[in-house]
């Protein structure tokens, strides 16, 4: 029915050998951030300032012919060495090999890699960085995501099934978002990355309330990644519409500024640092079903499965309220809003199990089965339908 669930392989905890075999509290974070209407033009101000001065650039084919020239203009200006790699559409291994050996054959030395575009860019661009030991920079053109901030690349096969993740030691040196670009995207992946984000207060609420969870370091979750995973989700509740409302002109204002640094900052630094649990182990259930996979983003899938684990959990009022939310932005809130019908059997088991293989579904404060699991999405579905 689709792509395997993803392998994370190098999450493991971080244990203090020295006394009681405690898990220590982990932190991480880009170590820059900016976010402002025009800031691609200014991006090679920021890069010096970091002392980047030969970057390898990928884009995609449609960001180089538009944002990306403005990138290069304003790397130029600066007096920075910029060479240009074209993004083939799908962060492989196969795709990371390919940049890896010219790059290497090159007689100019790369100093960084900037990345710029989609979630899948900068995945690529991050694994391409971690394999030539420089620091990376994420230019993200979507707030659709909390990927530009983290220190994790997810992988997929050239024919696009999602095959492995890698976590890595260092977090973006940059990360630079211009919300007029973001602005003028539509306004769909907005309201995705709202979705995505809004799971991150949940799942750190989940971790924290477990001993025994850890983050996506395998540290324990720190008072500062779960009061920001807090802060984020009441930042889209009391601006997630203004925003949307906003990014369908095509205009920037102080509501789409917040809910841009919601879905990217927050959310970046709050699921890794917060953690993770039920709500993306359901979405990464949907993805083994080919149409859900082929046609819905990932924030829409998330949403899902924030209302499954407020059901999980019990916590009805919430889960009306999240639900309300979703559909006032057009988030799905039943399994028909993604082309699934809860009588599929077949298509339910696929997604149960796909979640069921989550690592961090471990980090809810009790144990989940399967049967639970499922109750929860049918139940979900059902709220979604009655409101």
């Known amino acids: 029915m689709g792509s395997d669930a ?8 971080f244990v203090n050998s020295v006394e009681h075999q405690t898990v220590p509290r982990a932190f991480g974070a880009p170590g820059r951030y900016i976010q402002g209407h025009g800031v691609i033009d200014q991006a090679g101000h920021y890069l010096g ?46 795709e990371i090999d390919k940049h890896l050996n010219a790059l290497n054959q090159n007689e100019n030395s790369i100093d960084s890699v900037i990345a710029m575009g989609g979630g899948k860019v900068v995945d690529a661009g991050r694994a391409l960085a971690r394999r030539l030991d420089v620091p990376v920079a994420v230019i993200p053109t979507l707030a659709s995501n909390d990927a530009p901030c983290a220190a994790v690349s997810v992988f997929y096969t050239p024919e696009g099934v999602t095959a492995d993740a890698e976590i890595y030691d ?47 370091f395998g540290g324990r979750p720190t008072l500062a990644g779960t009061a920001i995973a807090k802060l984020c989700a009441e930042t889209i509740y009391e601006y997630g519409e203004a925003a949307l409302e906003a990014a369908g002109q095509s ?15 927050l959310s970046g630094l709050g699921y890794e640092s917060g953690g993770l649990a039920t709500c993306h182990a359901v979405a990464q ?103």
């Open 170 to 216: 260092v977090s973006p040196a940059l990360v630079l978002v211009d919300t007029g670009i973001i602005a003028a995207a539509e306004p769909r992946y907005l309201a995705a990355g709202m979705g995505d984000a809004m799971a991150t207060w949940y799942e750190a609420r989940a971790c924290a309330n477990n001993p025994g969870g850890v983050n996506v």
């Open 49 to 94: 300032r970091l002392g980047l001065r030969n970057c390898a650039v990928l884009l995609s084919e449609r960001c180089e012919q538009a944002e990306g020239q403005r990138l290069l203009a304003s790397a130029r200006q600066t007096g920075i060495r910029a060479e240009t790699l074209p993004f083939g559409g799908e962060c492989s291994f196969e």
């Open 285 to 387: 259930g949907y993805t083994v079903i080919e149409q859900v996979h082929q046609n819905y983003l990932h924030g829409e899938m998330v949403a899902m499965g924030v209302l499954a684990q407020l059901m999980l959990e019990r916590e009805q009022l919430e889960a009306e309220k999240a639900a309300r939310f979703f559909k006032k932005v057009g988030l799905p809130t039943q399994l028909s809003d993604i082309s699934l019908s809860g009588e599929d059997g077949d298509a339910l088991d696929a997604v149960v199990t796909g979640a069921m293989a989550f690592p961090f579904l471990a980090n809810m404060p009790f144990a989940v089965t399967a049967e639970a699991l499922r109750d929860a999405i049918l139940a979900a579905s059902a709220l979604g339908g009655s409101l």
């Open 251 to 265: 205009t920037v204002n102080d509501a789409l500024e917040k809910v841009v640094e919601a879905n990217t900052l």
């Open 6 to 13: 993803i392998e994370y392989t190098e999450v493991t905890p």
